[in-house]
C-alpha cells in the first residue's frame, strides 16, 4: 500500500508564506509526476502545480511568480513554496504523485493525499 501525508497548511496573513511538504510511503519502486491541486469552498478541484520525473514544471497562471514546486527524489518528497499568499489561496491542498509499485509492471496509479488547509485572511 502507498500513502501520501501532506503537512505544512496553516493560516497566514495577506502576504505571507507557507511551505508545504508531501510524503510519499510503502511499496514504492518509482515516482513519476507529483502535483499539487487545491478546492476552495464551493469550487472545483484545480492543478496549482506540477512537476516530472525530470523537474520539468508547470504552473496555473493564478500562481506563476509565486509559488515554487520541488521534489527530493530521496525522501520520496514533493514541495510547494507558497509566497506572497492572498485570500484567493484559501484552500484545501492536495498533493499527488503517480507510482509504479512493482518493478515488473511498467506502469503506476494515481495517488493522492487527504489534504492540508491553508487560509489566507486579508
Known amino acids: 500500500q502507498v500513502q501520501l501525508v501532506e503537512s505544512g497548511g496553516g493560516s497566514v496573513q495577506s502576504g505571507g508564506s507557507l511551505r508545504l511538504s508531501c510524503a510519499a510511503s510503502?511499496?514504492?519502486?518509482?515516482?513519476?509526476?507529483m502535483g499539487w491541486y487545491r478546492q476552495a469552498p464551493g469550487k472545483q478541484r484545480e492543478l496549482v502545480a506540477s512537476?516530472?520525473?525530470?523537474?520539468?514544471?508547470d504552473y496555473a497562471d493564478s500562481v506563476k511568480g509565486r509559488f515554487t514546486i520541488s521534489r527530493d527524489n530521496a525522501k520520496n518528497t514533493v514541495y510547494l513554496q507558497m509566497n506572497d499568499l492572498e485570500p484567493e489561496d484559501t484552500a484545501v491542498y492536495y498533493c499527488t504523485m503517480g507510482i509504479q509499485t512493482n518493478a515488473f509492471i511498467p506502469s503506476g496509479n494515481v495517488y493522492w493525499g487527504r489534504g492540508t488547509q491553508v487560509t489566507v485572511s486579508s
Open positions: 510503502g511499496n514504492i519502486f518509482t515516482i513519476f509526476g
Open positions: 512537476i516530472s520525473k525530470f523537474n520539468s514544471t
